[in-house]
């Protein structure tokens, strides 16, 4: 599967951002889905996941603020980021697995399969 992140860029602290992965390739529904970030001079960490079955995780740093959502008929997902704060300014990157991923994995070697990137900028 070839996934393409899209609709990052620059936001005030507060505002709001949706990102987008489009998948081509392959049967969108048979994958668990992830989004991870990378801030400038740290490691890439998980931001949340949603699995084939629907079920979803977010990390604690972003719960109650970013929604991730899927729409398997358009092989798309999103991530909606609401309340951004200046530490959300990230590369923010979308994983695929075609194997089952367990309920409260966050590991990156996971997933197989990853888009180039898209960059968000949370200025004051």
């Known amino acids: 599967v070839q996934l393409q992140a899209s609709g990052g860029g620059l936001v005030q602290a507060g505002g709001s951002l949706r990102l987008s992965c489009a998948a081509s390739?392959?049967?969108?529904?048979?994958?668990?889905m992830a989004w991870f970030r990378q801030a400038p001079g740290k490691e890439r960490e998980f931001a949340a996941r949603i699995r084939r079955s629907g079920s979803i995780l977010y990390a604690d740093s972003v719960k109650g603020r970013f929604t991730i959502s899927k729409d398997n008929a358009k092989k798309t997902m999103f991530l909606q980021m609401n309340s951004l704060k200046l530490e959300d300014t990230a590369v923010y990157y979308c994983?695929?697995?075609?194997?089952?991923?367990?309920?409260?994995?966050?590991?990156?070697?996971?997933?197989?399969?990853w888009g180039q990137g898209t960059q968000v900028t949370v200025s004051s």
């Open positions: 390739g392959t049967s969108f529904s048979n994958y668990d």
């Open positions: 994983a695929a697995s075609a194997t089952t991923i367990t309920s409260t994995s966050t590991r990156q070697s996971a997933y197989n399969y």
